[in-house]
């Protein structure tokens, strides 16, 4: 069984493979200060509760783009498992050319959910995926990552309003059904909601005709992440809902680099 994992700024998920099946998904908050007894417990607790044993996992690959919690999730994997996880990181093979002025300067999150798109719904397309900040990345046809853009995340604008502003409380996210609100959580809920649904068609628009000037209807757009839902019941924009493409991505980058990959732990980095 194949073990993964993504850890984005607000959430880590988890997910099992057996053969190219995602049997169980687990998501746990991002927490830097926990220490790698911690996680331990955590993950351990949470493939115990599906049943799943430590010795029933054969091989773990992490993606991260937060550095500061690599240290303690890198050491749990290697006492829980006994082996070295595989690292989406610089030199590691996803089969995609990164046209990124820096290519190690894009988020891993951002990679692994291009190979995923890329290999399920073929370019040229476009993901969106709605985390702790949004992502837009644009594929060509032929495969290459082209770049995208980074906006503010949808519950990191609100709570920014609620903490910035004295009088404006933290809403929920909900949709108010109209614009002209007459209450403050109403028109919060307003202007983050539906301004962000223009958010989201303006720069989609505008990619598509940068990704595919000829064609920009033939552009898919795949949107992921926690947010996901909230904003495509909103637009005809979003053309399908895939929320498990980071897992599905990371399986994929997996079986590309299993081949020649040294798992064993080495000698001088075994526990006492
Ligand atoms: N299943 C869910 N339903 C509703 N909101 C969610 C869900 N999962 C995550 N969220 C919210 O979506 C936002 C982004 O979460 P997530 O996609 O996990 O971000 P990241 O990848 O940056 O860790 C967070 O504000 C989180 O609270
Ligand atoms: C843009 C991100 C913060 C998104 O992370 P997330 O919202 O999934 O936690 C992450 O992909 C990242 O740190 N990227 C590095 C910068 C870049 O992609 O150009
Ligand atoms: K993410």
Known sequence: MLLVFDVGNTNIVMGTFEGDELSFSWRMSTDKDKSSDEYVILISQMLQYQDIKPYMIDDVIVSSVVPDLMYSLEHAIRKLFKLMPLLVEPGIKTGMDIQYDNPKQVGADRIVNAVAAFQKYAGPLIVVDFGTATTFCAIAEK???????????????????????????????????????????????????????????????????????????????????????????????????????????????????????????????LEG
């Open 143 to 269: 495969g290459n990552y082209l770049g995208g853009t980074i906006a503010p995340g949808i519950k990191i604008s609100s709570d920014a309003l609620f903490q910035k502003a004295a009088k404006l409380p933290r809403i929920d996210l909900v949709k108010p059904g109209q614009v002209i609100c007459k209450n403050t959580v109403n028109s919060m809920q307003s202007g983050i909601i539906y301004g962000y649904v223009g958010l989201v068609e303006h720069i989609v628009n505008k990619m598509k005709k940068e990704l595919s000037p000829d064609a920009p209807e033939k552009v898919k757009v795949i949107a992921t992440g926690g947010l996901s839902t909230l904003i495509s019941s909103e637009t005809e924009i979003i053309d399908m809902v895939d929320k498990t493409i980071t897992l599905d991505g990371l399986k994929i980058i997996y079986d590309l680099n299993s081949q020649d990959r040294e798992k064993e732990i080495p000698p001088e980095m």
